[in-house]
């Protein structure tokens, strides 16, 4: 099975991509739009074998690159069978995360919402806000 990552620039897509697959494979960095592809790599959990597919943070605007970058998300939800669609916690709900979700709506594959970078048991309640996305 394929296992697709997807959501806004920076949340952190490339950096549970590599701790899943077990080495560093994507780029990590502390600026949006670093990663403009997709990448891919085999991965293990609790003794699954599956596919991991990073892909670019998809963003609002009509520039040409991003445009290109948002297709490259959309070739991976349609090779995968389940989509993580991570959110950041610390920045509360953007409109491009609204844009995210459109787009996968119309994917009609399982989404599992992931609220990232909640680093410790007091920020627990970041997550809350998220439920209103529609993705539980
Ligand atoms: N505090 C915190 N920082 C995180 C966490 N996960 C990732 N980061 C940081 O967030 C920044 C962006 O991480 P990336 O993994 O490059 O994000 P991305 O979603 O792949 O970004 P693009 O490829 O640009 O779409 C880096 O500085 C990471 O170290 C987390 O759980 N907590
Ligand atoms: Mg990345």
């Not at 701790?19 to 502390?30: L, N, T």
């Not at 670093?34 to 991965?43: M, N």
């Not at 709900?93 to 009609?108: C, P």
Request: glycine share 8%.
């Amino acid at each position: 099975p394929v296992v697709a990552i997807v959501g806004r620039p920076n949340v952190g897509k490339s950096t549970i991509f590599n701790r899943i697959a077990g080495a560093r494979i994507s780029i990590v960095e502390d600026t949006p739009g670093v990663t403009r592809d997709r990448i891919y790599s085999s991965a293990e959990w609790l003794n699954y074998d599956f596919n991991l597919i990073d892909t670019g943070g998809i963003d609002i605007g009509d520039e040409p690159f991003l445009a290109q970058i948002r297709h490259q998300a959309e070739i991976a939800m349609d090779e995968a069978d389940v989509i993580i669609f991570m959110v950041n916690g610390r920045e509360g709900i953007t409109a491009a995360d609204e844009e995210v979700a459109n787009l996968l709506f119309r994917s009609n594959k399982p989404i599992v919402l992931a609220v990232n970078k909640v680093d410790n048991f007091e920020m627990r309640d970041l997550m809350y806000e998220f439920y209103s996305l529609g993705f539980g």
